[in-house]
């Protein structure tokens, strides 16, 4: 947790973002919940909502909170542990002190915040919330404001101002990004080590997900831990690794801080990449070092992301596997056959950041619409950036035979792709390369004291090791 003075800053900063805004109301917070797994006494892991946490840290299950845009006033809705949780949890500290650790003077039982709220909406106040990432959260909001259509009450005007202030990482986010991004580093080296022909990929998840556990909350999100690296989101685990496959390790550590990290790197399962497996990595490689330089204030990401992908396509064309006019095929959206999902994301909090928010309210600039176009519709970051962003780079290229077949078979980029010379790809598999990147006054640099292993030559070495 920070200092009280970093939260009631954020507050104060967020009521005046409003009260600038024109508005008027109040504005109610609701923590998450405890979420019972199969009975009420036994829980999925205890993980605090994002927004809760940047404007009040308390790590706490069923807190809420009003702020009064016009008085400023202040009050944080929980209740005291009774002596039934203390026999089952131990003594706890008292719901106002842990209030005035983070700059909040007021306190008042869970329960009145039902009372406070109907009051508020009698006398005609607005009332403000953002959308609410957990079904819980909606339960309470449709009690709490007396309809049905949650989405349809939510704030404008207060989901702007929270995202404009989470957007841009203060210093003090900096610092807790780049110590989460150490225990990344930390447990990419352990996976990277553990890579043996013979093994089961769920021992390495195991082993991976241990250092996340030991030094920080946990993973930031699912592991993806394959030798089908085309899949891009594959969670499942019980293959035995093979000689000479490709291993996508794509996973990230939340730090006690709840801030988060997401790396990915993909290793010869063998030790050295094969020529054909090179030819491929290193125009990812390639993609990925081209995104980086020209991250910096000023360009969109979306510019990044199309340069990213005009570089894939060079490169597959120099493979043989596409031809043409590299700007033609960038705008029919080629590149999305070989990379559907989008560059990169923002990072904080939440490895996505702040996604429940809204994606396009998040990565998009009010001028700017999202594409439809296979890999840029999947941009969830496009924003002109400024310092202070943190986003990830990682692109990649996937031959995903359903879709290399969707796209022939429908006649898709036939002037472009060599769907023949493309079969000999189906069983290759998929690499993806990702790091971290915070957005400064003079260009960008990776998050983290140090970066994973990139090159061929790097990842050979550190594999010979
Ligand atoms: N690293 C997982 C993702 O970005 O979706
Ligand atoms: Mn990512």
Redesign the pocket.
Known sequence: MFSKEVYSRRRETLLGKLRTAGESGIVLFIGNAEAPAQYRDNCYKWRQDSSWLYYFGLDEPRYAAVLDIESGREVIYADDVDIDDIIWMGPQPSVQSLAESVGVAHTAPYGKVDEDVAAARKAGRKVHYLAPSRYFNTLRLMELIGRARVDLGVSRPLTEAVISMRLVKEDIEIEALDAACALGYEMHSVARDSIVPGIVEQDIVGKMEGVALSKGWGVS?PT?LTQHGETL?NHIHDKVIEPGKLMVI?A?VEANSHYAS?F?RTYPTSGKFSGKQKDVYEIVLASHELAFSLTRPGITYREVHLAAARRTLEGLSALGIVRGDLDEMVALGIAGLFQPHGLG?NMGLD??DMEDLGEDLVGYDPDQKRAKQLGLGSLRMARRLVPGHVI?D?PGIYFIPALIEKFKNEGLGKDFVNYALLESYYDFGGIRI?DDVLVTPSGARRLGPKRLPATVADIEEAMRR
């Open positions: 999100f993806i989101h794509d990230g997401d990915t994301h490895v996505h990830t990682e990702e």
